[in-house]
Each structure stands twice: as C-alpha cells, then as structure tokens.
C-alpha cells in the first residue's frame, strides 16, 4: 500500500476547500468529480524536488507534503535523473494514485542546480518552493513560505540554518564546518547579503524567477546563490529558521566533484564576468599539463636517457595516466570506477587517445629528427597539436551526447 490518498475515505479535501460538486454524494466523490474538482482548481504552489537514489524517502514527502499543505491547490514534481534505485518508477505509480503528483526523468543528464531550474519551469504555479527529498528540509515551513511570500509580495523565501532559531541539527561538526566555510567563501566573494545562501530550500515567486533563468550557470549544488547572484540581489527576498534534520534514507551525494562545481559557480560570478571560466581552466589546466610533460621528457632524455621519441612517448603516456585518474576522481561517486573496470576503463582511454598519440609523436619526431628544432619546442608542439584534436573530438562526442 502506497500509503495515498491521505485525506479521508475519499480524499475529496486533498483537493482543497471547495464544496462537493455533487452535495448528495458528499462521502463517496467519484474519480471524475475528483479530475473536475482538481481542473477546476490549478494549483497555486508547486513543490520542486530534485532526486537521485531517494526511492525510500519519496513516499514519505508526499505524505508529509500533503499533510502540510492540506486545504491549497498544490503539486508536487520529482526532477529525478534516471537513478538507478527506481526512485522515478516509483514516483510513477504515486502519480498514478494522486494526480498532483509528476515526475520528470531525465536521461543521460546530472545536477541538482539544473534540475531544480527545469522542475521550476515545467510549472505553471505561481509559486514554486524547492526541497531536498531526503526529509532533511522542514516541510511544515512550506506554508509559512508560501504565505509570507504572498502576503508580503516578495520574490524569494529561504528556510535558513542561520536566522533566529534556525540550526543545522544533527549535521556532523566537519560537515558543519565545510559548510560554514563555504558559507563565507560565497557571501565574502559574492557579496550577498543572505544569511544561509548555501541553502537548498527556498520558495519563489516564477514569474520573476523565470526573468533570470536564462542567465544562471545552472552547475552543481548551489542553485540559490546561482539565482540571486543572478538576479544582482535585486529580489526582495525574506529569510525563516528551520532545524535542519538528518537525513532519512540513503546518502547524500555531495562529492569532490560538487565542490569543485562550487568553486567554478564562484569564479563564473566573480571573474565569470570578464572572462569565461571554461577558457580560463582550460588554459590554465593546458599550462600544467605541458609543464608537467616537458618535465618527464627532461627527465626521460637526461636521467634515463632515451632517445627522444621514446621520452616523448614516455611524457604522453605519463601526461595521460594522469589525466585518466584525476578524471575519475572528480566525476560523480555514482559513476566512479573501481578495481578491474578503472583498468578497463583506462585501456579504453588509452585507445581513444592514440590517435592523437600518434599524431603527437609524428610531428613531434618530424621537427626533433627532420628539422633540427631543439627537444622541448619539437615535444610542445607535438602535444599541443595532438591537445587540439583530441578536444575536437571530446566536444564533438559531447554534442552529440547533449545537445
Ligand atoms: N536530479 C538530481 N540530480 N537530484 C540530485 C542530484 C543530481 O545530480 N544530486 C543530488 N540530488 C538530490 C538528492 O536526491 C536530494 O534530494 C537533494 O538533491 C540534495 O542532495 P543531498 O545529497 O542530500 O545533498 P546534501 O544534503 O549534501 O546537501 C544539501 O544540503 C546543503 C546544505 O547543507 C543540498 O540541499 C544543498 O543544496 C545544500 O546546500
Ligand atoms: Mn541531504
């Protein structure tokens, strides 16, 4: 048993406090006059909550959501991104029971920012709030988010860890320590005036919201700051304690990766401005990654002493097991290799970059032993020629992927 409808036999209140259609039936509502009664009424807030691997806590925020907001018109959208638990099937056979329940399921496709923005405009609400699914956000603020947001005519409402009686409750201290700095980190450089801009449960009014979306970064975690460092902090926003809970089921999937997304959102908001921070890294990693070769090709002539195109060959390698590894650690834990498949996984990688190896030591052999160009001029080229091409064909892969 799914545990749904929860309001009464017939769930009629559920769909708020309008009367019966059919007043002689009041006990024993119909699917249909049920269908009419929610058609007739669009709902007004919209709960947005992105999921990935939380099939054992869904039920139980549509439960408790339904209990909080029992008497408004509202619905309730999971983003999930294809998890591999089940959570969007689940969410499914919800929907089928209560109509106020959607799924969105994205394939191919990861990020909490990005799928929260997409649960936000597949609404047409009003009001959209977002919330974790984890039961770690107070669903029995959502009200109060609701009713301030309309009584006062804001733009944003944000349940906060660090206003009046707000706390982060059972939150680990290293955790709550990471989180403070982070804190610091995104008010200092980013200027805002939040208290809790790391928060992940807020309500907006869409229209306004709809105004900025274009413009967000949309990466990683921190969706909050994305929106208002956006929008210029010119919303007229409100902030509401909340106990933050630990969570219910499963784990949470904050990773190195969702770090480094934040330390990128930073940058995109700050320097973002003047340069593109994708051009930035990319530059930046690209200088590393020939110091970093030439140094093994240095090492290669001098202290093994190689012949040239050996060393070379020896740096490319080197330059690519390396790449391979910090890759991997820096993509989602979900889709991290391990054990024997990081060793496939790397033969895999090792094959589709030959060509590019290839290439590199053919140009780079070329100007070494044809053309008299002294050894690191000939390995620089070598590796910047073969770094073009293995770029065009990573972003032609990825388009196809994507876009
Ligand atoms: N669709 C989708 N895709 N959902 C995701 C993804 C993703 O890639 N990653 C995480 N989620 C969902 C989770 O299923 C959960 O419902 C919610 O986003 C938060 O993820 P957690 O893994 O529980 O994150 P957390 O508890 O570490 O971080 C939360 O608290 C922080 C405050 O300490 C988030 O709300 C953060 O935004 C918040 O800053
Ligand atoms: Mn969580």
Redo the contacts with the bound molecule.
Sequence with gaps: MLGMPAGGKCGRQQYGMRPPMNPICANATTMADETRNLADRPAVLAVV??????RD?IEEVVRRVGRVLEGLAWEIIF???D?PDGTAELAGRLGQLDARVRCIR?IG????A??CIEGICSTHCEYVAVM???L??DEGLLREMFERTRRDGLDLVIGS?FVGEGSYGE?PPL?QKM?RLATWLGTTLLRTRLSDP????FLVRRETFMRHAGRMSGKG????LDYVTTADNQLKIAELPYH?RA?QQ?????DTL?LWEYLLLICDKTIGRFLPVRFLFFGLSGLVGAVFHLAVLRVGLTALALPFLAAQGLAVYIAMTLNYFTNNRFT?ADRRQRGIKLLGGLGKFYLACSPGAALNLTIAGYLYYGEGVTWWVAGLLGVMVAAGINYTLVSANTLDKNG
Excluded: C, W
């Design positions: 909550v992105p999921t990935f691997n939380e806590n983003v999930d991104d998890s994205r496709r990861r990020g909490l990005s799928a974790d699914a984890d770690q956000h860890r939150m955790r989180s790391m928060s992940g449960f975690f921190k969706i909050l933050m969570r499963g784990q949470s999937k904050l969702v989602y």
